[in-house]
């Protein structure tokens, strides 16, 4: 049986090939989300930090909404893609909660978990929080995201 700590390197090996495929194919999620660094993965949890850069703000210097909603879903599919997936379906749902907001040069933190995935559907959440010094974090924002699953 191997221990927790090679299951989470295998796994964030795997989610790190998966990101690298996906990104080539994304114009949007390349534009967004280049300087993207996962952190770490486990079976049906993702976490990665993303620098604010001007590029993710809006028209009033704070981090746009789009972005948030992009977030939830790119977390919510490499959290599916844990499970060993190379597809992770399509989107049926998504909502964002905005509940704070980031500006350039904020560090957030995003951790997406797949809840449930079945045969058809598969359920995730994910929440965005801002990095402070002392380790505490503000939340940003709070998602959920449906997927059809079935292949």
Known sequence: MASSTESTTGELLHIQKYWANMRRNSPIYEFLLSDI?????SKGVVTARLNV????????GTLHGTVSACLTDWAGGLAIATYGREKTGVSTDIHTTFISTAKEGDVLEIEGRADKVGGTLAFTSVEIRKVEEDGAGSVVS???HTKYVKQ
């Open 37 to 41: 660094s996962l952190v770490s993965a």
């Open 53 to 60: 850069k001007p590029c993710h703000l809006n028209s009033k």
């Open 142 to 144: 709070m998602g959920s």
